[in-house]
């Protein structure tokens, strides 16, 4: 194992919260009556539905076909029968077509679903099985990993890192996996390894994790060229770019990827992703998800079928103790706040959390007092006060100019600021402006070239 010497500069140190589920073993959540599978769960192109009312479905089977490469299918997580096709809230705050499915509890599996080995697959058919198979960036990102996996020819890929850190808040999925499939991780990190043609991996894991540091070493000692990295408990340490940082002391250049600088930064639960693929042929249609905060009965990990509604999973660990006043899906820096529980877990749905009003405190916000919390703590050395300022003016050429779409929307600064002023929300609205006039720009350049 390496205990690493440095670590990223700024960061935070939020009360970890993750004492509720820690020793919580991964339980499988009743599988419900009725799933909503939207069409789509993934950064980029959504799915076309692929069925229609009525049509019988089997557990697994493709529902959703990508309409772009920068996709991923989606499949059924139940069979039954396809009650309807209509659009539903969805945990990320927007609105989008989904496929209902009644259950018939019978789980029968789609009969074109076949295990296979490592061994037997190339590196274009490991791909294509990841790619069928609907797997996704599961760290909460739901970026289509087949494509995360197939770099430009003009990119070379040296070493692969796969995070383990689990920074957020509450969130224990990650360390659950890591505890109790070891195996699985080590597998899938070696799927990773051959489609990339690399013979050095790091699995980088915070030090307040022991026992996951245990036992991913002890699954992983006897394979070649894959180390341990022992990393300082501190947020976001899985951010993609601090990862790098810390573990290879290699820069990602300002709007480019870890491919720019040789490597390829996977999460854990992405790798036993790709290893149940591999080993049993099934697509992705369950992920574990962490139910915590202080309003939960019963918190725990389970391993839930994709569509099933957040009140089925919260219904699972025993309701509440008491209303919840906030809903989170994801962790408490980085995750979603929920008006209903009416919507379905999805490929990225990593934690539901409900915060008693103690937990979920908020204060008003006042005039900024210029302490420069925010610039010491941000990881990208940004100045979220400037940019945020701007952004709040409609100064958005300004916030461009101070580097606004470099921001992770990690949400250190808002954290640590002492007049609660809103850092990291202003900065969104910044970037989403700033995406929009550069879309516009480049119709008009299109159009103008269309002319000629
Ligand atoms: S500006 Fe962005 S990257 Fe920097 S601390 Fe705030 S949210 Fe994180
Ligand atoms: S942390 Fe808050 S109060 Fe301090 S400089 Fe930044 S925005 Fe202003």
């Avoid at 599988?31 to 799915?47: D, F, K, M, S, Y």
């Avoid at 109790?180 to 899938?188: A, F, H, M, R, S």
Wanted: net charge neutral; charged share 25%.
């Amino acid at each position: 194992m390496l205990n690493k010497r440095s670590s990223f500069t700024g960061g935070i140190h939020p009360p970890y919260s993750k004492g509720l589920t820690k020793a919580k073993q991964i339980e499988l959540c009743k599988v419900p009556e009725l799933v909503t599978i939207p069409l789509q769960q993934n950064i980029g192109a959504p799915c076309q539905s692929l069925v229609k009312k009525g049509d019988k479905i089997l557990l697994g089977q493709k529902i959703g076909q990508p309409r772009g490469y920068v996709s991923a299918p989606v499949h059924s997580s139940v069979s039954g029968s396809v009650k309807s096709i209509e659009t539903a809230d969805l945990p990320t705050g927007v609105r989008f077509p989904c496929v209902i499915i009644e259950n018939d509890g019978s789980d029968t599996l789609d009969p074109s679903i076949k295990p296979g080995k490592l061994e037997d697959f190339s590196r274009e058919e490991l791909i294509n099985i990841i790619m069928e198979s609907g797997i996704v960036g599961m760290g909460g990102a739901a970026f289509p990993t087949h494509v995360k996996l197939s770099p430009p020819s003009d990119k070379t890929i040296d070493t692969v890192i796969l995070n383990g850190s689990e920074c957020e808040p509450y969130l224990t999925s990650d360390y659950r996996l890591m505890i109790e499939k070891p195996d699985d991780i080590i597998y899938g990190l070696k799927v990773i390894m051959k489609i990339l043609d690399v013979s050095k991996a790091f699995i980088g894991i915070e030090d307040d994790k022991p026992d996951a540091i245990y036992a991913i070493e002890a699954a992983s000692k006897d394979e070649s060229g894959i180390n341990v990295v022992k990393l300082h408990t501190k947020y976001p340490q899985g951010a993609e770019k601090q990862m790098i940082q810390v573990i290879l002391g290699r820069q990602v250049p300002s709007g480019g990827l870890p491919m720019d600088v040789g490597t390829e930064v996977n999460n854990v639960g992405t790798a036993a992703a790709i290893a149940e693929t591999v080993k049993t042929g099934k697509p992705l249609y369950q992920r574990i998800v962490t139910v915590s905060g202080g309003a939960v009965r019963e918190p725990k990990n389970l391993m839930v079928r994709i569509g099933t509604s957040f009140k089925d999973v919260i219904d699972c660990c025993g309701g509440w103790i008491e209303e919840p006043v906030k809903v989170i899906a994801g962790g408490p820096m980085m995750g979603c706040a929920q008006h209903t529980l009416i919507v379905p877990v999805m490929k990225g749905t990593s934690g539901i959390l409900l915060f008693t009003e103690k937990e979920a405190y908020e204060r008003e916000p006042s005039n900024c007092i210029r302490c420069a919390r925010c610039v010491e703590v941000c990881p990208i050395r940004l100045a979220p006060l400037y940019i945020s300022a701007h952004s709040l003016k409609g100064n958005m050429e300004e916030a461009e100019k101070l580097n606004a779409m470099d921001c992770i929307e990690c949400g250190s600064c808002s954290y640590i600021c002492p007049a609660s002023r809103p850092l990291l929300p202003s900065i969104m609205v910044a970037k989403k402006a700033i995406i929009a006039d550069r879309k516009r720009q480049a119709e008009a350049d299109q159009h103008r070239q269309n002319k000629r």
